[in-house]
């Protein structure tokens, strides 16, 4: 356990020894209030059940020894089949909760045993807790007994009466919203829960509560929360989630030096739809030069055309044969095409959904087979206009939006396979489809086009799955240089491969 005995507070009678910390992360919600016919916890978001992002954090923090899951009744079979397949090594025991939260708080006080331990009860439903609430929270426990987490409020509170009447309005700087983990001493929540057993009206909503109410000279030290630690229980939280998962994401951990993105990419083979100019060139620019075999396929340099399964089957097989593996697919082809639905020609409407849609999902049934054999990725683009249908780019934004369902639907499908699917959300880049459409743009309005590669490829070097990912830059913002280092521009390999096996077509 990892522990900071700095924390400032009225001192215990005698020194806190725990002999380990354990998160207690209760699951036992039904999704009643969600018309799911599931339990919320099991809901996808992300890429993944959201008990599988709570416990994710839970296995990460240096602070938790142990994990005990309270699963709802009839569901521990899938609770054990997302830790198995998530490899979570510090869950010990997943059991059925209580009918009530009093009650599974029993049942879980009952499944630490004995000993002086440090407990986090959490709400699976909860699944963007920090690490450094985790902290925070464990920390305090050497100075206080128990421990909640809340925010402050910004709305004003009023307490009404049976007839929905104002009787009170209290003073808004002394409220706080709460929130979990809630934390406590083992000797501390036990005594509450042993005193509340004599109290026939005992009745509460949450652990904080019980030791307040029957342990009342026991200080409760409050710990600041965040806004992101929402719970998902109604419909709109689902959404709310998802597009919070996606602002992370969009910071998702780059690697810190030139030497370690070497060491990542090193013997990993990407193949790139779409990699003649643009977006596409620079990543095959860029993961050239940390030392990763890239294939580049378009239609003007190598002839091959996204939406007919044989020529991405060609593709694909160059690489393989020249690698003996794929690791990553990148689809970044794709075309703009500005006008008016009803004015459209057939042939237009064609093109643009034959390479914009039908391209990425015939690229992604020919490529799982190879991302099974390296629990690789498929990287999908889209545009801001996947949000909000615009008008003269009705198809260009269908089809965009069309890649985000799919992203997601992917992740989900092939999660078992351990295949990982993501979609770049890049704003305004400067790259030539761009020009074509809109001409001359001031240089300092748009991302650049090695920015968004770099973004691409720290995606691509993380665990994230189901993702789509916003690349911005912050107004006012200079585009950064791409680090680079000198290095080969392309591996013989894939010089040989693309030169004996693919005819070159037309030049851009």
Same mark, same amino acid.
């Given at each position: 356990?990892?522990?900071?005995?700095?924390?400032? %507070?009225?001192? %215990?009678?005698?020194?806190?020894?725990?002999?380990?910390?354990?998160?207690?992360?209760?699951?036992?919600?039904?999704? $009643?209030?969600?018309?799911?016919?599931?339990?919320?916890?099991?809901?996808?978001?992300?890429?993944?059940?959201?008990?599988?992002?709570?416990?994710?954090?839970?296995?990460? *923090?240096?602070?938790?020894?142990?994990?005990?899951?309270?699963?709802?009744?009839?569901?521990?079979?899938? *609770?054990?089949?997302?830790?198995?397949?998530?490899?979570?090594?510090? &869950?010990?025991?997943?059991?059925?909760?209580?009918?009530?939260?009093?009650?599974?708080?029993?049942?879980?006080?009952?499944?630490?045993?004995? %000993?002086? &331990?440090?407990?986090?009860?959490?709400?699976?439903?909860?699944?963007?807790?920090?690490?450094?609430?985790?902290?925070?929270?464990?920390?305090?426990?050497?100075?206080?007994? $128990?421990?909640?987490?809340? #925010?402050?409020?910004?709305?004003?509170?009023?307490?009404?009466?049976?007839?929905?009447? #104002?009787?009170?309005?209290?003073?808004? *700087?002394?409220?706080?919203?709460?929130?979990?983990?809630?934390?406590?001493?083992?000797?501390?929540?036990?005594?509450?829960?042993?005193?509340?057993? %004599?109290?026939?009206?005992?009745?509460?909503?949450?652990?904080?509560?019980?030791?307040?109410?029957?342990?009342?000279?026991?200080?409760?030290?409050?710990?600041?929360?965040?806004?992101?630690?929402?719970?998902?229980?109604?419909?709109?939280?689902?959404?709310?989630?998802?597009?919070?998962?996606?602002?992370?994401?969009?910071?998702?951990?780059?690697?810190?030096?030139?030497?370690?993105?070497?060491?990542?990419?090193?013997?990993?083979?990407?193949?790139?739809?779409?990699?003649?100019?643009? #977006?596409?060139?620079?990543?095959?620019?860029? $993961?050239?030069?940390?030392?990763?075999?890239?294939?580049?396929?378009?239609?003007?340099?190598?002839?091959?055309?996204?939406?007919?399964?044989?020529?991405?089957? $060609?593709?694909?097989?160059?690489?393989?044969?020249?690698?003996?593996?794929?690791?990553?697919?990148?689809?970044?082809?794709?075309?703009?095409?500005?006008?008016?639905?009803?004015?459209?020609?057939?042939?237009?409407?064609?093109?643009?959904?034959?390479?914009?849609?039908?391209?990425?999902?015939?690229?992604?049934?020919?490529?799982?087979?190879?991302?099974?054999?390296?629990?690789?990725?498929?990287?999908?683009?889209?545009?801001?206009?996947?949000?909000?249908?615009? *008008?003269?780019?009705?198809?260009?934004?269908?089809?965009?939006?069309?890649?985000?369902?799919?992203?997601?639907?992917?992740?989900?499908?092939?999660?078992?396979?351990?295949?990982?699917?993501?979609?770049?959300?890049?704003?305004?880049?400067?790259?030539?489809?761009?020009?074509?459409?809109?001409?001359?743009?001031?240089?300092?309005?748009?991302?650049?086009?090695?920015?968004?590669?770099?973004?691409?490829?720290? &995606?691509?070097?993380?665990?994230?799955?189901?993702? &789509?990912?916003?690349?911005?830059?912050?107004?006012?913002?200079?585009?950064?240089?791409?680090?680079?280092?000198?290095?080969?521009?392309?591996?013989?390999?894939?010089?040989?491969?693309?030169?004996?096996?693919?005819?070159?077509?037309?030049?851009?």
């Amino acid at each position: 356990m990892t522990h900071d005995q700095t924390a400032a %507070g009225p001192a %215990g009678p005698s020194p806190w020894r725990p002999t380990r910390t354990v998160a207690v992360v209760l699951a036992g919600g039904t999704g $009643a209030r969600l018309g799911l016919g599931i339990p919320k916890q099991l809901l996808k978001i992300a890429g993944k059940p959201i008990i599988e992002h709570t416990l994710a954090v839970f296995e990460a *923090a240096p602070e938790i020894d142990e994990i005990i899951v309270l699963m709802a009744a009839g569901h521990v079979p899938d *609770a054990e089949r997302i830790v198995a397949g998530a490899g979570f090594r510090k &869950v010990s025991r997943i059991i059925e909760g209580g009918e009530t939260r009093n009650d599974t708080t029993r049942i879980a006080l009952d499944a630490l045993g004995e %000993g002086d &331990v440090n407990v986090l009860f959490h709400d699976a439903v909860r699944p963007l807790v920090s690490a450094r609430i985790v902290r925070e929270c464990v920390n305090a426990l050497w100075t206080y007994a $128990a421990v909640d987490v809340a #925010i402050p409020s910004a709305d004003t509170i009023i307490q009404v009466d049976e007839d929905d009447c #104002i009787v009170d309005i209290p003073v808004r *700087a002394t409220l706080r919203r709460g929130q979990t983990p809630q934390a406590f001493r083992s000797g501390t929540i036990r005594e509450a829960y042993r005193r509340a057993e %004599g109290d026939p009206d005992f009745a509460a909503t949450d652990d904080c509560g019980v030791v307040l109410r029957y342990l009342p000279g026991t200080p409760i030290k409050v710990i600041d929360g965040s806004d992101e630690n929402i719970k998902v229980t109604h419909p709109v939280d689902v959404h709310l989630a998802d597009k919070l998962f996606q602002l992370a994401a969009a910071q998702a951990p780059r690697v810190s030096d030139h030497r370690s993105y070497t060491e990542e990419l090193a013997g990993r083979t990407v193949v790139v739809f779409g990699g003649s100019y643009g #977006i596409g060139h620079e990543l095959t620019e860029l $993961a050239r030069r940390y030392g990763a075999q890239v294939f580049p396929f378009s239609r003007t340099t190598t002839g091959t055309h996204v939406e007919r399964a044989e020529d991405v089957a $060609a593709a694909l097989r160059t690489a393989f044969e020249a690698t003996g593996r794929i690791d990553h697919v990148v689809v970044t082809a794709g075309i703009l095409e500005r006008g008016a639905l009803a004015e459209m020609d057939e042939e237009t409407m064609d093109r643009l959904l034959q390479v914009n849609f039908v391209g990425p999902v015939t690229i992604a049934r020919q490529a799982l087979p190879h991302l099974q054999q390296t629990k690789g990725q498929l990287l999908l683009y889209t545009s801001s206009s996947y949000t909000r249908g615009r *008008a003269r780019y009705a198809l260009y934004s269908a089809t965009k939006a069309a890649l985000v369902n799919l992203t997601q639907a992917l992740a989900d499908e092939w999660a078992e396979f351990g295949v990982r699917v993501n979609c770049v959300n890049p704003e305004r880049t400067a790259t030539p489809m761009r020009t074509r459409a809109f001409g001359e743009e001031p240089e300092h309005t748009l991302l650049s086009a090695e920015a968004v590669a770099q973004a691409s490829l720290d &995606v691509l070097l993380s665990d994230l799955t189901g993702q &789509v990912i916003d690349v911005r830059r912050a107004p006012g913002e200079q585009v950064a240089a791409v680090p680079t280092q000198p290095g080969p521009h392309r591996s013989d390999a894939a010089d040989l491969a693309l030169s004996q096996r693919l005819p070159a077509g037309p030049q851009a």
